[in-house]
Nanobody, 124 residues
Framework: QVALVESGGGLVQAGGSLRLSCAAS????????MGWFRQAPGKEREFVAS????????KYGTSGRGRFTIPRDNAKNMVYLQMNSLKPEDTAVYYC?????????????????WGQGTQVAVSS
């Protein structure tokens, strides 16, 4: 079992950047595929990005493609979400998720463990 803790959220102006971090503990980090999701008020949770165990394969959701990246550092048990060119519609709670499955997941049910989330607010 792995525990996930997100950090790095906050308030940023449109066009700015933020880097979210997700620290994993309690398991062998390189045995997990990782993902980021987000949930805006009144909306369903949305897939943002995922990476496989090695970081060699990555998939992005439509909302962040071209603006977000999802690097991971297996030596530090960390995965990040680098967000550039932020827009007000990126305002949401961002969640880190881990899966013991191989490959890339894009739906909530594919992931086994979740963090508590970190709030991102983008002002216009």
């Amino acid at each position: 079992q792995v525990a996930l803790v997100e950090s790095g959220g906050g308030l940023v102006q449109a066009g700015g950047s933020l880097r979210l971090s997700c620290a994993a503990s309690g398991g062998t980090f390189s045995n997990y595929s990782m993902g980021w999701f987000r949930q805006a008020p009144g909306k369903e949770r949305e897939f943002v990005a995922s990476t496989d165990r090695s970081g060699g394969m990555i998939k992005y959701g439509t909302s962040g493609r071209g603006r977000f990246t999802i690097p991971r550092d297996n030596a530090k048990n960390m995965v990040y979400l680098q967000m550039n060119s932020l827009k007000p519609e990126d305002t949401a709670v961002y969640y880190c998720a881990a899966s013991a499955r191989y490959g890339l997941g894009t739906i909530e049910g594919w992931f086994d463990f979740w963090g508590q989330g970190t709030q991102v607010a983008v002002s216009s």
